[in-house]
């Protein structure tokens, strides 16, 4: 889990260096509460310079390295919620990025037995569908224009010259086109869905929107446990587990993925 991804001498701001400064001192220090402190310290800076960013470049996401650092550290500091929330952050922006992927799943290990934990989402299945993921909806969108048309071109030359090649090209254009606008509407459908992260050490879910109702679950979730947000209502979200469960939260008890 060492710091990668920037060039110290390159590097943007005295901020980041601090930052890497920090998390460095973390990796060295041998006394335990010096050694929270500081990659507590490191997980600060790292997400004053995501904050940064943000702010003087709105339209263009940090990189998936920084937030992948900023779960290192988060995750040295034992802030286990803060930790997986910036890995999924990283992964939301490079869903190959393996290294955050390995930690994630690591992160996951350390929550309680009975919390239940996504299934299948931290598992690459190859370089090719982990592009597909990076993709975003007006891509695809753009990839099927592109599609149908070159079905149609091949379509006009196969009337024009009764080439039996130029056909079949356009039935299997056809092909691909239908499944590139499936998979168009299947990231959008994955888009209405907001995942979240609980950053609180613990939170208790409760039946409904009222701090007075009674509570879930016997024990309070723990930091680090993601879900999916079904309803907001004022200060309380409706949240629902990876394993179908749902209860209550407060609304300041979670961060969204999306970054």
């Not at 010096?34 to 507590?40: A, M, N, P």
């Not at 919390?115 to 931290?122: F, I, L, Q, R």
């Not at 200060?235 to 969204?256: K, Y």
């Amino acid at each position: 889990m060492n710091v990668r991804g920037f060039d110290t001498a390159s590097a943007a701001g005295d901020t980041l260096q601090r930052a890497i400064q920090a998390y460095r001192s973390a990796l060295d220090e041998v006394q335990r509460d010096r050694r929270l402190e500081s990659f507590s310290r490191a997980e600060t800076l790292f997400t004053q310079v995501i904050a940064d960013q943000r702010s003087r470049t709105p339209n263009q996401l940090p990189s998936a390295d920084l937030y992948f650092n900023q779960g290192n550290a988060a995750l040295g500091a034992e802030h286990l919620g803060a930790a997986i929330l910036a890995y999924r952050r990283a992964l939301a922006i490079a869903p190959n990025h393996r290294r955050a992927r390995q930690n994630l799943e690591f992160a996951r290990t350390l929550l309680p037995d009975w919390v239940p934990v996504p299934e299948g989402d931290a598992i690459s299945f190859g370089s090719f569908f982990d592009w597909m993921q990076t993709i975003r909806a007006g891509q695809w969108n753009g990839i099927a224009a592109i599609m149908f048309l070159l079905a149609m071109a091949l379509a006009a030359f196969y009337l024009r010259t009764d080439k039996t090649v130029a056909r079949n090209l356009a039935v299997v254009l056809l092909i691909v086109w239908i499944g590139v606008l499936a998979r168009s509407w299947m990231h959008r459908s994955d888009a209405t869905e907001r995942i979240a992260v609980v950053i609180l050490p613990e939170v208790t879910a409760r039946s409904a929107d009222s701090i007075h109702s009674p509570a879930t679950f016997r024990e309070p979730l723990p930091g680090g446990v993601e879900v999916t947000v079904v309803e907001d209502r004022d200060e309380w979200v409706r949240v629902q587990l990876s394993d179908g469960r749902e209860a209550w939260l407060p609304a300041s008890a979670i961060e969204i993925v999306e970054p």
